[in-house]
C-alpha cells in the first residue's frame, strides 16, 4: 500500500494564481485532514472530512476550499493566492474519528511545500 | 480540546534510554494522550496513545501519571534515527481535530 499521497512534493506560485493540492490514500479510511505547517510551528488543521460528501472547518480555513467526492481523494484548493499562504501542507487520513474506535491513529503524507511571491 | 505544554528541547546520548515529558493539567476523562513525531522534511508518524493505562509497542513505552495530568513518552535506546521533534496531544473522543503544538526537538548525540 502506497498510504497517503500527495501531488506535487514543491510548488512556487504567484499573488492571485489559484491550484489544486491532491490528497490520495488506499486504506479506505473514512476521515481525512489537512493541515498547515509554518516554520518551527506545529501543525494546524485547515479542513477535514468524515466520509465522501462530508467536510467540515478546521482551525484556518479562510482562503480555502476542499471537496470529497470519493473516499480515495480529498484535493485542497487555493483560489487566490497570498503569500500568508506560503507553508507546508499535509494530507491525513484515518479509520474514524469518534467512538470508542474514534482513537486510530492518523497517517501522513510527506507533504506539498508551496511558496507563494 | 486541551493544551499540552513540553520543553521546547531536549538532548540524548545514543544508545541511552530518553524521557520526553508532558503536561496535560486541564485533561478531561474522555481525552485520549497521543504522541507523533516528525523528522526533518517528512509528515509526522504515529508513536504511540494511551488513555489511562501505561503503553508499550515497538517503539516506545506511553508511562500515565495516575491523575492523568502528565505523561512521558520513553523511547527505551536512543539512536540517530530518533532524532526529531515529538509532539504529545490530547485527542476527545468525540471530537475529530488534533491540535498540535510546538512540541519537543530532540537531539540525538552520537
Known amino acids: 500500500n502506497a498510504g497517503v499521497t500527495q501531488t506535487p512534493k514543491f510548488r512556487i506560485l504567484k499573488i492571485g494564481q489559484s491550484m489544486t493540492l491532491q490528497c490520495a490514500q488506499d486504506?479506505?479510511?473514512?476521515?481525512m485532514y489537512w493541515y498547515r505547517q509554518d516554520p518551527g510551528m506545529g501543525l494546524k488543521l485547515i479542513y477535514y472530512s468524515v466520509g465522501a460528501g462530508i467536510t467540515d472547518k478546521g482551525e484556518v480555513p479562510n482562503g480555502y476550499n476542499v471537496s470529497r467526492s470519493t473516499t480515495e481523494d480529498f484535493p485542497l484548493r487555493l483560489e487566490l493566492a497570498a503569500p500568508s499562504q506560503t507553508s507546508v501542507y499535509f494530507c491525513a487520513s484515518s479509520q474514524t474519528g469518534t467512538g470508542t474506535d474514534g482513537n486510530q491513529p492518523q497517517h501522513f503524507g510527506d507533504g506539498t511545500r508551496l511558496s507563494i511571491l | 480540546d486541551a493544551k499540552t505544554t513540553q520543553p521546547n528541547s531536549m538532548e540524548s546520548n545514543e544508545e541511552e534510554p530518553v524521557h520526553l515529558p508532558c503536561n496535560h493539567s486541564t485533561i478531561s476523562g474522555t481525552d485520549y494522550i497521543h504522541w507523533y513525531r516528525q523528522l526533518p522534511s517528512q509528515g509526522p508518524e504515529y508513536v504511540i496513545h494511551?488513555?489511562?493505562s501505561n503503553v508499550n509497542n515497538r517503539m516506545a513505552s506511553l508511562a500515565i501519571a495516575e491523575d492523568r495530568k502528565s505523561s512521558t513518552l520513553i523511547l527505551h535506546r536512543a539512536t540517530l534515527r530518533d532524532a526529531a521533534v515529538y509532539y504529545c496531544?490530547?485527542?476527545?473522543?468525540?471530537?475529530?481535530?488534533?491540535?498540535f503544538g510546538t512540541g519537543t526537538s530532540l537531539t540525538v548525540i552520537p
Open positions: 496531544i490530547l485527542k476527545s473522543n468525540t471530537g475529530n481535530q488534533f491540535y
Open positions: 494511551g488513555l489511562t
Open positions: 486504506m479506505n479510511h473514512n476521515y
